[in-house]
């Protein structure tokens, strides 16, 4: 599956309309920072837990004040449920932790570009700062396919940094199928 790997680039919110009470404009500033790829670092070792589980290795992280409250990586085939992404994975812990739906005072990190499900879930869980590594052009929902994180008709938008260690987020991804599509060729040999 190839994922084009240019520079870091933003996706901003036209209007954020919940304006978050622990967020700092620092922290919501549409560029990479030295923490991002940490945080983003710490998505890719779940994103390899997944694979060493023969799952699509797509991690996630979420953050609040600087430190990780979740990390959880995609669980679908061992969980035989098709909602188990890792950004739910890394919500449902987050608002169980916190006693609270309502996660706005949080950044969630995420290897692969969410899909409608997760910033749907992304959008409800108030979210205002998402930070994802590669795009994905087959299913994305924020910048690829669908932008739906920048909708203007939903009563809250989320900032978007895409791009943070893009190349290792998509190539862990491409491995993952590359090795999958020749165990199905030995197989069908
Ligand atoms: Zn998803």
């Known amino acids: 599956m190839p994922f084009p790997f240019s520079k870091p680039h933003v996706l901003v919110a036209s209007k954020l309309v ?8 620092k922290d919501l500033k549409p560029s990479s920072n030295a923490r991002d790829e ?3 670092e710490l998505a890719l070792e779940q994103a390899r837990v997944a694979a060493s589980r023969g ?8 953050v609040r004040e600087e430190h990780v409250l979740a990390v959880g990586h995609n669980n679908r085939e061992e ?13 449902e812990q987050g608002a169980s932790q ?8 949080t950044i969630l990190y995420v290897t692969l570009e969410p899909c409608l499900m997760c910033v749907g879930a992304i959008i409800q869980a ?9 795009m994905d052009p087959k ?8 932008q739906v994180h920048e909708e203007p008709r939903l009563n809250h938008q989320v900032t978007v940094l895409s791009g ?6 998509g190539a862990i991804l491409q491995s993952f199928f590359q090795e999958l599509r020749l165990q199905e060729s030995t197989l069908a040999q």
Not at 98 to 104: A, E, I, N, V, Y
Not at 127 to 134: D, K, S
Not at 164 to 169: K, M, P
């Open 18 to 25: 919940e304006a978050p009470d622990l967020i700092t404009s």
């Open 38 to 40: 940490e945080f983003m």
């Open 55 to 62: 799952e699509v290795p797509v991690g996630a992280v979420l």
């Open 79 to 91: 969980r035989q449920n098709p909602t188990a992404h890792a950004e739910i994975s890394v919500i």
């Open 98 to 105: 916190l006693g609270t739906w309502r996660l706005s005072e």
């Open 126 to 134: 108030r979210i205002p700062r998402l930070v994802f590594g590669a």
């Open 139 to 146: 299913g994305g929902a924020c910048g690829s396919m669908f």
């Open 164 to 169: 943070v260690l893009e190349e290792a987020c």
